[in-house]
């Protein structure tokens, strides 16, 4: 057995991430989950929210963080596999644009009532551009978990 995952995320673009490491903490739908060496196969839906790939202490960098919306995650024998709908790493996020992803949505949300506007897709987008801004601020810990969000509808 082994000490350490070989996590690998994918998106349809390209291959974001592919590398071993002590600890992945994802947003699985039913709330965060961690997972460590030797855990048990299992497949689960990922939600929108923060992806953290966890080193062990000394080894080199503490925590890779990503904004991940969506996609599924595979645990078999270490080997995580992460089918991300779309990521990115916390360098990558582009924090002008995600400022006004989400200046965007609450203007929408601000016109609910109007026939034309789409309150959920507005939710989303909403919910996505937070997370990337969260992450790209380097302020991960404060995104609630899907259990104290009260707002998220199942």
């Not at 082994?2 to 995320?9: G, M, N, T, V, Y």
């Not at 203007?107 to 997370?131: C, W």
């Given at each position: 057995?082994?000490?350490?995952?070989?996590?690998?995320?994918?998106?349809?673009?390209?291959?974001?991430?592919?590398?071993?490491?002590?600890?992945?903490?994802?947003?699985?739908?039913?709330?965060?989950?961690?997972?460590?060496?030797?855990?048990?196969?299992?497949?689960?839906?990922?939600?929108?929210?923060?992806?953290?790939?966890?080193?062990?202490?000394?080894?080199?960098?503490?925590?890779?963080?990503?904004?991940?919306?969506?996609?599924?995650?595979?645990?078999?024998?270490?080997?995580?596999?992460?089918?991300?709908?779309?990521?990115?790493?916390?360098d990558a996020i582009?924090?002008?644009?995600?400022?006004?992803?989400?200046?965007?949505?609450?203007?929408?949300?601000?016109?609910?009532?109007?026939?034309?506007?789409?309150?959920?897709?507005?939710?989303?987008?909403?919910?996505?551009?937070?997370?990337?801004?969260?992450?790209?601020?380097?302020?991960w810990m404060?995104?609630?978990?899907?259990?104290?969000?009260?707002?998220?509808?199942?």
């Amino acid at each position: 057995m082994s000490d350490e995952l070989h996590i690998k995320i994918l998106t349809a673009e390209k291959i974001l991430c592919d590398r071993k490491a002590a600890m992945v903490v994802a947003p699985a739908w039913e709330g965060e989950m961690g997972i460590l060496p030797e855990h048990i196969p299992f497949l689960c839906a990922l939600d929108t929210g923060v992806l953290r790939i966890k080193d062990e202490p000394g080894t080199g960098p503490k925590e890779e963080v990503y904004a991940i919306h969506g996609g599924f995650l595979r645990v078999y024998e270490d080997d995580i596999l992460i089918l991300a709908t779309a990521a990115e790493r916390r360098d990558a996020i582009d924090l002008e644009r995600a400022k006004k992803a989400k200046e965007r949505a609450e203007e929408r949300l601000q016109k609910r009532g109007r026939p034309e506007i789409d309150v959920e897709r507005a939710e989303a987008a909403l919910r996505r551009a937070f997370i990337r801004l969260q992450v790209a601020e380097g302020r991960w810990m404060e995104i609630p978990t899907a259990q104290e969000d009260s707002t998220r509808k199942v």
